[in-house]
T-cell receptor, first 112, second 107 residues
């Protein structure tokens, strides 16, 4: 009964090779978020969508982009991954801001 | 963006003791303060939250208190059990997380 599903669970990509991570939700939540979590660190917000309105954090690298083609799906595109992009990428949803998140299981990305 | 400071970074308690984790925020307009528990290799999960119109909220062994004047909020876990061992994150308005507290409950 997973409600926020991320694919793949594990991804290994070569330095500089574009990669796309996906997130889907069955909750019909308006807001979707992408977080990057490096080992032993707090999740760091990359982007969020409030419906179709895209919000980019000021310190999110230009290398990272996102798409939300419909309510259910959201994608994270990393155009030219660097070694420093190795991390867990967490997708989260909420009905609206200020009501707590439901996180997906995450995609563990390794850049080699 | 505004920062959320979380202390301590690590906390070790004996089973049955209480654990307290504190977070301080800077945006006086913030009105929602959730706490998440993340076990090793798993996703963060919301365990309790509080809004700025109340000072305390309790759910069984877990409670959260909010001091709006001092701009801090705290997580209290009573009668700790080994399965409470995890990393706990506070957040401010859902957007920004504290650095996390690794809680270890020793049997």
């Amino acid at each position: 009964d997973a409600m926020v599903i991320q694919n793949p669970r594990y991804q290994v990509t070569q330095f500089g090779k574009p990669v796309t991570l996906s997130c889907s939700q069955t909750l019909n939540h308006n807001v979707m978020y992408w977080y990057q979590q490096k080992s032993s660190q707090a999740p760091k917000l990359l982007f969020h969508y409030y419906d179709k309105d895209f919000n980019n954090e000021a310190d999110t690298p230009d290398n990272f982009q996102s798409r939300r083609p419909n309510t259910s799906f959201c994608f994270l595109d990393i155009r030219s991954p660097g070694l420093g992009d190795t991390a867990m990428y967490l997708c989260a949803t909420s009905n609206r801001q200020g009501y707590g998140y439901t996180f997906g299981s995450g995609t563990r990305l390794t850049v080699v | 963006g505004e920062n959320v400071e979380q202390h301590p970074s690590t906390l070790s308690v004996q089973e049955g003791d209480s654990a307290v984790i504190k977070c301080t925020y800077s945006d006086s307009a913030s009105n929602y303060f959730p706490w998440y528990k993340q076990e090793l290799g798993k996703r963060p999960q919301l365990i309790i939250d509080i809004r700025s119109n109340v000072g305390e909220k309790k759910d069984q062994r877990i409670a959260v208190t909010l001091n709006k004047t001092a701009k801090h909020f705290s997580l209290h876990i009573t009668e700790t059990q080994p399965e409470d061992s995890a990393v706990y994150f506070c957040a401010e308005n859902d957007m920004r997380f504290g650095a996390g507290t690794r809680l270890t409950v020793k049997p």
